[in-house]
């Protein structure tokens, strides 16, 4: 079952703009983990924020989780073509659950 | 260091035979796990392996299998293949046997006919 939902679902924006993708869930989490996807190949680890942080930069990315509404949003800045792929969060619950379970992804296409 | 490596790339199989994939984790790494992702199911959990012991599953039918070997080398196998076995399936390893900063590889894309 998908624990995290991505909206949108798809995201179009010109070179340079920034774009906010953001991820719901529905338990407590230990972690969540936001990953990049290029048309159907492996995914790519982008950063991770703990449930006791509530804002993380690398580079270009900013992630916050709102733990309180079960929410977590991903802002890329200055956004270039070679940006255009898929953008999954998941969710680690802990415990002895030792798995990611992934929403279903936001679509993001930067044109040049 | 190496990434982890999925083999084979792709595969075309028939219904009703079986299938082994393979995935290398990145070295030191102990915890494979491995996902299923379709266009209408997204990215679903199949199995988590950490010293040779698998300490979680998800929700498939038995038809799905894994193991993992001493050297941290996981398989998985898929037996009797139905159509909508047509995946790609993808491994993850990580360093603490959490999920945490799991590290994918490439996939491997399975075409059932």
């Known amino acids: 079952s998908q624990q995290g939902e991505e909206d949108p679902q798809a995201l179009s924006i010109q070179e340079g703009e920034n774009a906010t993708m953001n991820c719901s869930y529905k338990t407590s989490i230990n972690n969540l983990q936001w990953y990049r996807q290029n048309s159907g190949r492996g995914l790519v680890h982008l950063i991770l924020i703990r449930s006791n942080e509530r804002e993380k930069h690398s580079g270009r990315l900013r992630v916050t989780l709102d733990t309180s509404k079960k929410s977590s949003s991903l802002l890329i800045t200055a956004s270039r073509a070679a940006d255009t792929a898929s953008y999954f969060c998941a969710t680690d619950s802990g415990g002895s659950n030792y798995k990611l379970t992934f929403g279903k992804g936001t679509l993001l296409t930067v044109n040049p | 260091k190496a990434g982890v490596t999925q083999t084979p790339r792709y595969l075309i199989k028939t219904r009703g035979q079986q299938v082994t994939l393979s995935c290398s984790p990145i070295?030191?790494?102990?915890?494979v796990s491995w996902y299923q992702q379709t266009p209408g199911q997204g990215l679903q959990f199949l199995f988590e392996?950490?010293?040779?012991?698998?300490?979680n599953k998800g929700n498939f039918p038995g038809r799905f299998s894994g193991r993992q070997f001493s050297n941290s080398r996981s398989e998985m196998n898929v037996s009797t293949l139905e159509l909508g076995d047509s995946a790609l399936y993808l491994c993850?390893?990580?360093?603490?046997?959490?999920?945490?900063?799991?590290?994918f590889g490439q996939g491997t894309r399975l075409t059932v006919v």
């Open positions: 392996y950490f010293s040779e012991t698998q300490r």
């Open positions: 993850a390893s990580s360093l603490q046997g959490r999920a945490a900063e799991a590290f």
């Open positions: 070295s030191g790494h102990r915890s």
